[in-house]
Every structure is written in C-alpha cells, then in structure tokens.
C-alpha cells in the first residue's frame, strides 16, 4: 500500500487511506495501517517542526513485515503549491558516491581495473602534470586512496571561495578539470596518502574521469551500464545534463540552501563524481536494496570490499567535533551504529539520505530538500528504524 499524503490534506485522506485499504486488500492488518500511518506522520513531523524544510518525500522497503512504502508531505515547490510526492526526482548529490564507487568496483570485476592501482595508470597527463607540480604523487595515490577518502588530496569544494563563486553566478557550466584546477589552487595537500581521513569532492571528480577511461565511455553511460539501471528497474534515473531525463518523470523538486532556491543552479557545479544524479526516494532505495543483497556486484566478495574499513588512517588534525571518525568512511558508503543497529548509509547535500540495516533487511531513502535542516534530518531515519524494529519479529 501506497501512502502519498500532503502536510494540508492529510488528516482528511489517512482516514480514507485506512477504510479503503481494509476494504481493497484483504491481507492488510490493523497493525499494517498503524506502521504506514506512523510512517506518514515522520514526514509530517519533520515539515511541521521545522519551517526550513518545505517538503519531504520517505521509502522504506523490508521484507520481513511484507512492507513497501512511499510517503510525502509539503511542498516540492512552495512558491507554486506544487505537493511534495515520492515520484518527484530530486538533485541527489553526494549519494552519487555510492554508484560511483559501485561502478569502479565492477570496473575491477571486469579485469579493467584494480583499485590498487596509482593514479598515473588511470590519468591523462592533463591531470598528473598539475598534481605532481603540487606537491602531490600520482604513483604513489592509489584508486582505492580515492574511493575512502584517504588521497591527501584538498578538496575543492571546503573552501569557501567555491561556494562565493556558485552564488555569484550560478549559471556558470563548470567542467571537471576546472574544479580540479580549483583543487590545486586553493589548497595544500592534506598528508601523504593512507595517512588521514579527509572527505573530497575533487577524488570522485578524479574517479569519474578513471571510469570513463577506463571503460571507454562517457560517464553517465559507463554508470549506467556498470551499475545497471535497466536490470535494477531504475525507471527514474538519470546524471542531469549528461542524460535526457527520462520519459514520464515529474519535473524536479525545488531544492534549498536556507532560503536560497537553488532549481535554476547549473547542475555541473556538483556533477562529475561527487554529485550529478538526479533519482526519486524509490529508485534510491531499489538501488540501495540492490547493493547489499546481490544485485549488482557479479562477486559476492565484491561488496565485503566495498565495506572494508580503513583502519590505518587518522582524523585530521583541524576535523570537528561532527566529522566523521577514520574507518566509518568504506568506499562510497559509511557505516554508523543506530540503537544498536549497523547500518550503511550515504547522505547528500541537499538533504538526501539512503540506508540499509542487514539486521532487519530495512532500506529507508527520503529527501528533506533543504540543506540547512538541522536535526530534522537525521530524525527522520532514526524513527523510521525504530518504528520498524518494534514491529519486526
């Protein structure tokens, strides 16, 4: 059963979701209308308690209570009233990183690679000339440096004259190598490679120049492929401006950095490895559930992998208190422990979050489209678990 509610009208239809689910589908319980109503009121809650946040989509998929569900609330669109709803695609930026990494992975699968390899095997010359003339050594960089976050390399995208730049002219057609340069420029490298843990844009910049070489195909086509949308059933997946998006697809949802509405924004300020995709809550999870239950990797031992923690790196010596500590990080996911559950994730700038707990066999994806929405954020995916623990046997 489907929930799509809005925050205005919702009181109204989650009494005719109940009476017509009792009456349309004989095999749904009391306690399956309580889980999906409880479900529904998270995202409500997450629009009505913070007024950052303007619309809200969530999917939860576990097979253990027989449940998949889709739920929305608010705006995808304040200005127009346009109702916020799980079909809705949003800019899903860094939760690119997972597909990213997975595509370098089955890159290794297919013998076109191995992620120990330097980067001077994997780059142009355009790239290796500006890295070694900035303190930096491409033959001693690794692909798998790249993947964990682990390079040294100064990411472009922490300083702050990047985000000056975007603001100032939010039109500007940005290309990778641009951003590298930027990279080089305003920064110094982090540590010699293997030394810390450093979260960086630019390295899946990089990566995304190594699967196209490496495959021999433009990015968004090499991704698709190795990943395999067609296969996953991604209906409503596509890397903005690279891809036509696909027939039927709603229009995108109006995405937030405070009160700053960002939808007109080039997409390739965040496009090229760190950022670029554009998907729905529903395809997010499919690829999510995907990943960690055998649906893309060719070799289970692929995904142990991709999960392996980095136990040799440290934080930086100027890491927050917020900063992810050395080893969450794996390649293109992050593990983290909620109320006693493991649970791999990835999050991405505008407020999108996929996750997926073995132990309850649960994948949660929704987007807030609000950078600057606080607590709320993390919220949501910590109530949901909840929600479906105390209902799982």
């Known amino acids: 059963m489907y929930a799509r509610l809005t925050l205005r009208i919702a009181p109204l239809l989650l009494v005719l979701l109940i009476i017509g689910g009792c009456q349309l589908d004989s095999g749904t319980t009391a306690a ?32 253990t209570l027989g449940l998949v569900w889709e739920g929305a609330a608010g705006f995808a669109d304040s200005t127009a009233e346009r109702a916020m709803r799980p079909e809705i695609p949003v800019r899903i930026a860094s939760n690119t990183k997972t597909f990213v990494a997975a595509s370098v992975l089955r890159l290794q699968e297919q ?7 330097s980067l001077a095997q994997h780059l142009s010359q355009e790239y290796l000339d500006p890295l070694e003339a900035n303190s930096y050594d491409p033959q001693r960089m690794t692909v798998r440096h790249l993947l964990t976050h682990t390079s040294g390399l100064f990411d472009h ?29 305003w920064g110094e490298p982090h540590a010699a490679p293997g030394e810390i843990y450093t979260y960086c844009d630019t390295g899946y910049i990089l990566l995304g ?49 405070g009160e700053l509405d960002t939808f007109g924004f080039d997409p390739s300020f965040d496009l090229y490895g760190g950022g670029g995709i554009v998907s729905t809550v529903g395809d997010m999870a499919l690829f999510f559930r995907a990943l960690f239950t055998g649906g893309v990797f060719a070799e289970p031992q692929t995904l142990e992998i991709m999960l ?10 100027d890491a927050g208190a917020s900063a992810m500590p050395p080893g969450a990080y794996r390649m293109g996911v992050w593990m983290v422990e909620v109320d006693g559950f493991t649970t791999y994730r990835h999050t991405g700038f505008w407020g999108t979050l996929t996750t997926y707990l073995p132990d309850l066999d649960l994948t949660v994806a929704y987007t807030v489209n609000q950078n600057q929405s606080g607590s709320s954020f993390n919220t949501i995916a910590e109530d949901v678990i909840r929600l479906v623990a105390e209902k799982s046997p």
């Open 111 to 117: 013998g076109l690679l191995n992620i120990d390899d």
């Open 209 to 257: 120049e190594i699967i196209g070489k490496a495959s021999g195909k433009p990015l968004a086509e090499a991704v698709r492929e190795l990943v395999g949308y067609e296969q996953l059933g991604l209906a409503s997946t596509w890397w903005e401006s690279l891809e036509p998006r696909p027939d039927g697809v709603p229009e995108r949802a109006h995405q937030l950095l």
């Open 32 to 63: 399956d209308v309580a889980l999906e109503n409880s479900l529904q009121k998270v995202a409500e809650a997450a629009v009505a308690e913070n007024p950052a946040i303007h619309g809200v989509a969530v999917r939860v998929d576990t097979p």
């Open 308 to 317: 392996t923690t980095v136990e040799s790196a440290e934080a930086r010596s």
């Open 157 to 185: 995208s922490e300083s702050g004259n990047y985000e000056t730049a975007i603001v100032a002219d939010p039109m500007h057609r940005w290309t990778p190598f641009e951003q590298f340069s930027a990279a080089m420029e």
